[in-house]
């Protein structure tokens, strides 16, 4: 549920960002195309199975969620040799 005050959503306690809206799809979507290893594929299938989510809109929710400064980060050549494969290692019985 998100929480109007004349029509405009209200921020979220403390945070100086609005809400995502009910249908955040302005425009709506379109085909894209890009690659994606097998093991990237089968973990973003093993999330948005977990979600009940389709592929597309599990990437759309994941990238749509993540603020660019903290995506760049996490991207960058310095810090991507520090970032847990999560596709290849399951935290609960160490290996998939």
């Not at 979507?29 to 999330?47: P, Q």
């Not at 994941?62 to 991207?75: F, K």
Request: aromatic share 6%.
């Amino acid at each position: 549920m998100v929480w109007t005050m004349a029509g405009k959503p209200l921020l979220w306690p403390c945070s100086p960002m609005p809400l995502m809206p009910i249908s955040p799809y302005k425009g709506g979507k379109h085909k894209r195309h890009f690659t994606l290893s097998d093991a990237a594929n089968e973990h973003l299938a093993a999330i948005a199975a977990d979600a009940r989510l389709s592929k597309s809109e599990t990437l759309e929710r994941l990238i749509r969620s993540t603020p660019v400064y903290e995506g760049s980060a996490t991207l960058s050549n310095g810090a991507w040799r520090l970032v847990v494969d999560h596709s290849t290692t399951d935290p609960l019985n160490e290996t998939v």
